[in-house]
């Protein structure tokens, strides 16, 4: 079987997490196929990744120009075509990540090769590719066989293959870039950092987390209360924000803050996987919510199967008793 | 401005409970209702915003079955001039690539300077269909896009990017863009815009237009199934008094109260 590439990720310098999880899901498939794995290294500078990912890989393909050291997908596909129409790997590993959603189904596509995006598992046996990836708001998995090719190529769901530990020692080969310009109908100006919000939710031991469940603008009034009561802050998920009810800086999940409170309680939060990448880090998940499948109860400690609006009122009441017991 | 959206009709499946129907390939959905993809709604009102601004016209397409006119129809009474439905029924297998490539048949003969589809569909959840569609048209792209600025043929772009940083873009048109939730506030359509609407025609294209030939799917489903529950949360019973009760103990016991 041919290798096996997996995508580097980088951004500001730094090596992406959600890399090392390739790298461990391509070593896992190689071991498998009998075959080896090259970590695929694009970018400016790269001396530091190559010694911090040596061990990772069985080699590693360097093409280092400053061209690569702002994500632009326009110019990572032009150099990635080139790269595996001459290297012809049987699968390419990226992160289902900002980065990974922009790049894979325009590269794939330009190679003609069958893709798919978002996979939480992948065997690969006998040149055919199968993997699992999750539908309907996470609430089923999907078993798919891509058609059936020389090469493939894949985005990886983060969480799914946890980065291992690994003693190779990566072969380095170094090749001239592709591309040495970004084109000028597609140019990487900046990165935006998020703006400061008057409640740093990550610095709190309590929170208070509302999603879709909360059904209207007007009840978060309820739920801030409640959190007084507790000693927390209101933070949420991802829809709480789009409807403009809270601001960005409380939006918890992959694209928000990444919070470790000691006490998470997640009100009418369904738990879609961009939520729990921001929460799962809590010491005691109390979760509530109306339908007894959500995603949510696969990563509570604690889960009530109500109406968050029943719960509250009650919970709170209690809780003000025992503050009064206690004083 | 020319521009075109794609929209896609979905079950609602947020806070509904899923299950798989007896050929274990699909869900069952009687139960289930069914609405535009939700970013496809954000989609659809930057779409009529540009129009609003730039003027122009603004064609709608969906890939779907008849029920998706329904969909078609809330885009033409909120703003768009046109409707176009691909026959859903007449193509089998249909993944994110084929979906991309029939989109592009659909459109290519079109007039276009920006295309724009939501950023992913909450029942597939590929994320690839606009990404695909802007190679298979040959434009530049850019994905999960919060912010666009357009002045001529320039676009100044903000995508977003994980933990709340945003990446900002200078793009030529024409392009196509996929748009993340919360970029805008998506409208409601008013009940004679919707009354108008009906009465609109909608083009519906399928095989007998659209040439098979060379138009393949990539993935084949072989099974759905419930995701192993991994730690699996203990579910508190009794009466709501009891539960609180219970939840106030744990609280306390963490050493919060």
Known sequence: ?327 | MDIIVCIKRVAQTAEADVKIDSSGKDIVKDRLTFDMNESDTYALEEAILLKEKFGGTLTAVSLGTVQAEDTLRIALAKGADSAIRIKAEDFEGLDGYKTAQLLKAAIKDLKFDVVFTGCIATDDYYSQVGVTLAELLGVPHATLVTKIDIQDTKAQVHRELEGGLIEHLDMTLPALFTIQTGINEPRYASLIAIRRAAKKEIKVIGASEIEPTGIQANASLEELFTPPAGKRAEILSGSMDEISAKVAGIIKEKGLI
């Open chain 1, 1 to 327: 079987m041919n290798e096996i590439f997996a995508l580097v990720e980088h951004r500001q310098g730094i090596i992406r997490d959600i890399t090392y999880e390739l790298l461990s899901c391509g070593r896992k498939l190689a071991e498998k196929g009998n075959t080896k794995l090259t970590a695929v290294i694009l970018g400016h500078n790269t001396d530091n990744f190559v010694q911090i990912l040596k061990g990772q890989a069985h080699r590693l393909l360097v093409v280092d120009n400053e061209v690569y050291e702002d994500f632009n997908s326009e110019v990572y596909q032009t150099a990635l075509t080139e790269i595996i129409k001459r290297q012809n790997p049987v699968l390419t590993l990226i992160s289902h990540s900002a980065f990974g959603v922009d790049l894979c189904p325009a590269l794939a596509a330009q190679l003609g090769m069958p893709f798919t995006t978002d996979c939480l598992d992948v065997e690969l046996a006998e040149q055919k590719l199968k993997v699992t990836r999750q539908i309907y708001d996470g609430k089923l998995n999907a078993k798919v066989l891509l058609r059936e090719n020389a090469g493939y190529m894949i985005t990886l769901r983060s969480g799914c293959f946890p980065a291992g530990e690994s003693s190779l020692d990566g072969v380095v080969e170094k090749i001239d870039t592709p591309v040495s310009a970004q084109p000028d109908y597609r140019k990487f100006i900046e990165y935006i950092e998020a703006a400061v919000g008057e409640v740093d939710i990550t610095k709190s031991d309590v929170l208070v987390s509302v999603g879709r469940g909360v059904k209207e603008k007007a009840y978060l009034s309820i739920i801030e209360d409640f959190a007084e009561t507790i000693g927390g802050v209101v933070g949420c998920s991802r829809p709480v924000v789009d409807a403009g009810w809270l601001p960005k800086d409380r939006q918890i999940g992959s694209s928000g803050k990444t919070v470790k409170p000691k006490l998470y309680i997640a009100l009418g939060i369904s738990g879609a996987f961009q939520h729990i990448i921001g929460m799962k880090g809590a010491d005691t998940i109390i979760a509530v919510n109306k339908d007894p499948n959500a995603p949510i109860f696969s990563e509570a400690d604690y889960g009530i199967v109500d109406d968050l609006f029943k719960v509250v009122p009650v919970l709170k009441t209690k809780i003000l008793e025992m503050k009064q017991a206690k004083g």
